[in-house]
């Protein structure tokens, strides 16, 4: 009789140890299935990150990848579709990726594109014809170089005028002071003088 009752109580006590472990097992799953922060929370962060909103939804659904569970998102919005991996528990995006399908440029940014280019080469256009004119000295600065080089000052100019000589643009420059004439050639872009002769009369 005493070894019924034991086997009894065992028996018992086995089934409430198992009854217990399964409650205990039900708590912690719906423990963890509180934790996590849910489909459309998962949704949302997807769209947010991909600034999507109003998009058509594919797949949305809770999976575990390398034993971490993970929101599976993936979405449409035009020509576009996206794919989220979240984490189930802390809603970090884990992964995403993005793939544009039977995308082309609309005509009108075209247009707009080749205007553009042409305002572009306009401008580059303008910029070099001001830096080529700004390379040229000047004749003002061509008869001050001369008046320097001479050391004199208050000269009469019997020339003064732009010349060409084997295809370099110059400046010729002559004038005269007391019985001396003197004639000068500048280089028109660096102000080199190229040339220079002193004639005295008696």
Do not use: W
């Not at 799953?29 to 849910?38: E, P, R």
Request: glycine letters at 6%; hydrophobic letters at 35%; charged letters at 35%.
């Amino acid at each position: 009789m005493k070894n019924n009752k034991i086997i009894k109580g065992i028996s018992t006590l086995s089934i409430l140890g198992i009854l217990g472990v399964t409650v205990l097992s039900g708590s912690l799953n719906a423990f963890a299935a509180n934790k996590y922060i849910g489909v459309e929370k998962a949704k949302a962060i997807a769209l947010k990150d991909a600034k999507a909103s109003g998009a058509t939804f594919v797949t949305a659904k809770l999976e575990t990848e390398d034993g971490v569970k993970v929101y599976d998102v993936e979405f449409y919005k035009g020509n576009v579709e996206y794919d989220y991996e979240i984490d189930a528990i802390t809603g970090k995006i884990l992964e995403k990726d993005k793939d544009i399908e039977n995308f082309s440029i609309p005509k009108k940014k075209t247009t707009t594109n080749k205007q553009t280019t042409k305002k572009q080469t306009t401008k580059s256009k303008a910029k070099t014809t001001t830096k080529k004119a700004a390379k040229d000295i000047g004749v003002e600065k061509a008869k001050s170089i001369a008046l320097k080089d001479a050391g004199i000052s208050n000269v009469k100019f019997t020339k003064a005028k732009v010349d060409y000589e084997n295809g370099v643009k110059v400046y010729d420059i002559e004038f005269r002071k007391g019985n001396k004439e003197y004639e000068y050639e500048i280089d028109a872009k660096t102000g080199k003088i190229r040339e220079r002769s002193v004639e005295v009369y008696d």
